[in-house]
């Protein structure tokens, strides 16, 4: 079995959702380091932006599996056939309470933030098993292992991209193809400002018993500043990013934001009911 590459130069990373946030933070922050990033976006004019900014930049639309398959094709000719990593990073959540869900709007944040990723990855296992090598690392957040409400399509996604993920790592044991979950809490980008969109143009707000709520909660899509308190950079997922790539033993989650360690922690020591009061006290609060 091959050993992983030592230097970063010869060390390749597709990473998906490079428009802006996390993916444009993470694909300029490992170039930096040496690494071959090739950053993706769906829309052309953000690809654009990518190569103008002196990134080797690719379209890839995670809904569009001809779009997936040209870019892994592309990807691998300017590596011959090679890819240190893979980084899922590309997700939008899509506000509304779950009785407001129709069925094509829930399935089509599976479609981009689960079935797009994994389709994706099922065609970048088999070039990482030939060389003997790999990294795979996915974005999840706090809400793939906690519930908040009014994100029911959300934490759905992200639930079964844990539960996807925690079975692809038990099933490549032995691979020495390492595979990792980030779950970050409030991280600066243009999530709120991207939501807040989806629920304009899939929920009917002005019918929904939740009317009164969604009100508050367009409020606090729309502000300015922080989303919440203990809102981080998205530096502070490049670190681990960095630590799930270099490290010889990458740890299978890592914690990003205050957050995520809260909730990580009263997950394990609170019975349900006492979760769900306050669960449901910050929802409260963050939407009146």
């Not at 692809?168 to 020495?176: A, I, P, V, Y």
């Not at 629920?199 to 502000?223: C, P, V, W």
């Not at 989650?253 to 394990?268: I, Q, S």
Request: hydrophobic fraction near 40%.
């Amino acid at each position: 079995m091959m050993k992983r590459p030592l230097n970063p130069a010869d060390r390749s990373i597709l990473i998906t959702g490079c428009s802006s946030g996390i993916g444009r933070c993470v694909a300029e922050g490992l170039r930096a380091r040496g690494y071959r990033v090739f950053a993706s976006a769906r829309k052309m004019a953000d690809v654009e932006a990518l190569q103008a900014a002196g990134l080797e930049a690719l379209q890839l639309d995670l809904n569009d599996s001809a779009s997936i398959r040209r870019a892994v094709d592309g990807v691998l000719e300017q590596t011959g056939g090679t890819l240190y990593a893979l980084f899922n990073n590309g997700a939008y959540g899509q506000p509304g309470a779950v009785e407001d869900l129709p069925r094509e709007v829930l399935r089509a944040q599976f479609e981009t933030n689960l079935f797009g990723t994994h389709e994706l990855t099922r065609l970048v296992i088999p070039v990482m098993r030939r060389q003997g090598y790999g990294r795979i690392i996915q974005n999840s957040s706090v809400l793939g292992f906690v519930a908040m409400a009014y994100r029911g399509a959300y934490n759905a996604s992200k639930y079964a991209l844990e539960g996807l993920t925690d079975t692809l790592r038990l099933e490549l044991d032995g691979s020495n193809i390492h595979v990792s979950l980030i779950e970050p809490g409030p991280i600066t980008s243009r999530f709120r400002a991207n939501a807040h969109a989806m629920f304009q143009r899939n929920i009917d707000a002005g019918q929904s018993i939740h009317r009164d709520t969604y009100l508050a909660m367009e409020q606090r899509l729309t502000k300015s500043g922080p989303a919440a308190p203990f809102t981080l950079p998205p530096e502070a997922v490049l670190k681990k990013v960095i630590h799930a790539l270099e490290s010889k033993r990458p740890k299978v989650r890592y914690y990003v934001t205050f957050p995520t360690w809260l909730f990580g922690t009263l997950k394990r020591l609170l019975p349900y009911t006492m979760l769900d009061k306050v669960l449901l006290q910050i929802s409260r609060r963050e939407n009146r």
